[in-house]
């Protein structure tokens, strides 16, 4: 079974506007965290935010911030004010469990966003 | 900029030789994972360190793959006799803490 969901291979935004990418999660450990990296077509991965699974409240940095909704198990990646070099490819991951050997990371597989003027 | 690096960026080999790959992970970090990355998925996990322990290795981690981490500062993964299923992206990532991994800019694999 698919541990992250990303359901939108790709969307498109205009510059300025926000948008909202959706990432579903399955999990049955209690203890978890959620990220969302950026992937720009150069390669390189870069962290963009972090949700734990029991922090009261949504995770913020700067234009990014993450809707999580633990009941619904979601954690979607919300982008004000897009930017020309927001355009890349986005991924959500979880890590499970919090402690020893159980820090690797489970991606989805990326919803490719394109930013227009 | 002390981020994590990654040689060669790119490789091209033919099937049936030996790549080897390294790893430089951000020096006051302690764990460094691979992951592997083919075209239109998300990276997998195939291994992770604590300093120069291995600690976990993923199912993706055939006979054929070997990770080490001598002394706990870089790492290399070799790939034995590659196949064309073995191209891919590979990239390596390191953490202090039990939050972030930063990723290098991997290594491209082309197996011809």
């Known amino acids: 079974a698919q541990k992250i969901t990303q359901t939108q291979p790709g969307m498109f935004v205009q510059e300025k506007e926000a948008v909202t990418l959706d990432c579903t999660y399955d999990?049955?450990?209690?203890?978890?965290?959620l990220f969302w990296y950026k992937q720009p077509s150069s390669g390189e991965m870069i962290f963009l935010i972090y949700?734990?699974?029991?922090?009261?409240q949504n995770a913020t940095e700067g234009r990014y911030s993450l809707n999580f909704q633990k009941a619904r198990k979601s954690a979607n990646l919300v982008i004000s004010a897009s930017q020309l070099g927001d355009s890349a490819m986005y991924f959500c991951a979880m890590r499970e469990g919090i402690t020893g050997g159980g820090n690797k990371l489970t991606f989805g597989t990326g919803t490719q966003l394109k930013v227009e003027l | 900029d002390t981020g994590v690096s990654q040689n060669p960026r790119h490789k091209i080999t033919k099937r049936g030789q030996n790549v080897t790959f390294r790893c430089d992970p951000i020096s006051e970090h302690n764990r460094l994972y691979w992951y592997r990355q083919t075209l239109g998925q998300g990276p997998e996990f195939l291994t992770y360190?604590?300093?120069?322990?291995?600690?976990?290795k993923s199912r993706l981690l055939s006979d054929r793959f070997s990770a080490e981490r001598p002394k706990g500062s870089f790492s290399t993964l070799e790939i034995q006799r590659t196949e064309q299923g073995d191209s891919a992206m590979y990239l390596c990532?390191?953490?202090?803490?039990?939050?972030?991994?930063?990723f290098g800019p991997g290594t491209r694999l082309t197996v011809t």
């Open positions: 949700q734990g699974s029991y922090d009261q």
């Open positions: 990532a390191s953490s202090s803490l039990i939050y972030e991994q930063y």
């Open positions: 360190f604590q300093n120069e322990a291995q600690l976990e």
């Open positions: 999990t049955s450990d209690p203890s978890y965290g």
